[in-house]
């Protein structure tokens, strides 16, 4: 048996089921993009039948990348899914359907109303129709981790037969556990004859926090195709996250003997890409991309750590693209300097967005003294989005205090038409704020999560906000940093405002997700 394991990304259909993290084609292109860099095996791009901007992104993505990674696209196993997985994938060179069907007993009692020979039958039937359109076709047992043992070999069995070269055996609901879910593989290997001629893959839920653990059990047991998502992003909880996967196994490799064709050194801009994307911060110790993954705080792991690192690092920051080196920048810094710093944090500029970026940094550098990577980034971030914006901000100007009614005056300017200017008050100045903003766009929105965090942990740092706002039944998110943290809640505002107000709705039509 191979020791390479397959990474299957499916941060662009599982991770975008999760709530709000809807993205738009453009998104969805942005991380393909790094997810070939990164050297992912196959990307899962969608679900094609979903909605028309699925069936859109997953054919943008295959026309794109399709020659690069093996594109993916998901299906139930109904004829006209199956059908629109094809169209959608058509022009790409390397393309996988992905079918699934559930065979647990709850869910073919009471979801699907179908009995075993049923099941049976459209899996056959399904598996049959992809091949139609590729070779490499995946079959899923939805629930599988709850499905019973001889009912989950023969439907492998069948499936295999019917020519799936992937089996996927899903922890649906994230209820498995690491030992049960290594019986389940070895059982399919013991006892599935067929087994041999298909890759079996894990799909793991993060729903009691075992998603890495129970992927991983499935790599001891024979296991040689992980599905997992960057930051972990999936329904509920999530998935398994690619990045502990992949790390857990490169660190490991003395136990697990296994590898992947995971360029390390992009998981951490890979993380930070989609968690601008998204709008899903990456908590703070979260494992490998955390912004104290790599830190060491105790006076004792310090100490052990200027004798000898491994003594409290069993991972190099480096070898994540984490580069941690904190050398500072000022306002002396030149141009040179600065490109190389961003380049060293793994970003490639084209010239107009660098010249923005390095304007925005000596801006920031007039502001305080020392700029660290994490400002670098955050001002890199806070470029992103404003290309196409629609609403610019000109100016603000705020009064409040103890005993003042807070009011916040705006001037915004919309492409070339005239400046307009407005005033409003609020409960405290970000509420006057976003209600002026409010009142200029014309746009009438639900604050559904603000959050503000320091970018680094001086008293100068720049501020991090991002909000969340709901508007007609979508979701939008919006992220802007400064050292004025009422600015960075206007930006982030009026990014989330744009988005709402303009014509690209986020993939989600006639919603079919989950049928
Ligand atoms: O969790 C799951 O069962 C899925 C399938 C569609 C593979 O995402
Ligand atoms: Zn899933």
Redesign the pocket.
């Known amino acids: 048996m191979s020791n390479r394991v397959i990474i299957f990304d499916t941060t662009l259909r599982?991770g975008e089921q999760s709530p709000g993290c809807s993205m738009n084609t453009a998104e969805k292109l942005e991380v393909a993009q790094a997810l070939v860099d990164l050297g992912v095996d196959v990307i899962e791009a969608g679900f094609p039948i979903a909605s028309p901007g699925d069936f859109e992104a997953v054919q943008a993505v295959a026309r794109q990348f399709g020659d690069r990674a093996v594109i993916c696209g998901?299906a139930r196993s109904r004829d006209d899914d199956i059908d629109r997985a094809g169209a959608a994938l058509q022009d790409a060179a390397k393309k996988r359907i992905h079918v699934?069907l559930a065979t647990s007993s709850i869910h073919r009692q009471f979801k699907l109303k179908m009995d075993k020979p049923e099941i049976v039958r459209r899996t056959i039937e399904s598996v049959q129709r992809a091949k139609g359109f590729c070779e490499d076709v995946e079959f899923?047992p939805?629930?599988a981790a709850r499905t019973e043992l001889d009912f989950l070999c023969e439907v492998v069995e069948k499936a295999i037969t019917a020519g799936a070269t992937t089996v996927?055996i899903?922890d649906?609901v994230g209820y498995a556990t690491p030992t049960q879910y290594f019986n389940v593989i070895k059982c399919l290997k013991e006892n599935v004859p067929n087994i041999n001629q298909a890759v079996i893959s894990s799909?793991c839920?993060n729903d009691l926090g075992m998603a890495v653990a129970n992927s991983l059990a499935a790599c001891e047991a024979g296991a040689r195709q992980v599905e997992c998502t960057i930051n972990g992003l999936g329904?509920r909880a999530g998935n398994a996250a690619l990045e502990e996967v992949v790390m857990a196994l490169r660190t490991r490799q003395d136990y697990f003997g296994l590898t992947t064709g995971i360029n390390t050194q992009k998981l951490f801009t890979t993380s930070r890409l989609v968690s601008r994307i998204t709008g899903m911060l990456v908590q703070r110790n979260k494992a490998i991309v955390g912004q104290n993954a790599f830190a060491h705080e105790a006076g004792i792991h310090q100490h052990g750590m200027l004798q000898e690192r491994t003594t409290y690092e069993i991972m190099r920051p480096e070898d994540v693209g984490f580069q941690g080196t904190n050398l500072v920048l000022g306002k002396h810094s030149g141009r040179h300097a600065f490109r190389d710093r961003v380049t060293q944090l793994g970003f490639t500029l084209e010239d107009k967005m660098f010249e923005q970026v390095f304007n925005d940094f000596i801006a920031l550098a007039d502001k305080k003294k020392d700029v660290y990577d994490a400002d670098i980034t955050a001002i890199i971030d806070n470029r992103f989005g404003i290309v196409e914006d629609r609403w610019k901000l000109v100016s603000l100007h705020i009064s409040s205090g103890t005993g003042a009614i807070p009011t916040a005056t705006i001037q915004l300017q919309h492409g070339e038409e005239p400046v307009k200017c407005d005033a409003a008050t609020g409960d405290g100045p970000v509420d006057a704020v976003f209600q002026t903003l409010e009142r200029i766009t014309g746009i009438k929105a639900r604050l559904t999560n603000y959050q503000v965090r320091s970018v680094s942990a001086d008293k100068d740092a720049q501020g991090e906000v991002l909000v969340e706002i709901a508007h007609e039944g979508h979701t939008w998110h919006g992220r802007a940093a400064s050292t004025d943290i009422i600015e960075a809640s206007a930006q982030a505002y009026l990014k989330a405002l744009n988005k709402a107000a303009s014509n690209v709705a986020p993939p989600r039509g006639e919603d079919q997700r989950g049928v």
């Open positions: 599982d998901l699934f899923s939805e629930d996927n899903p649906t799909h839920h329904e």
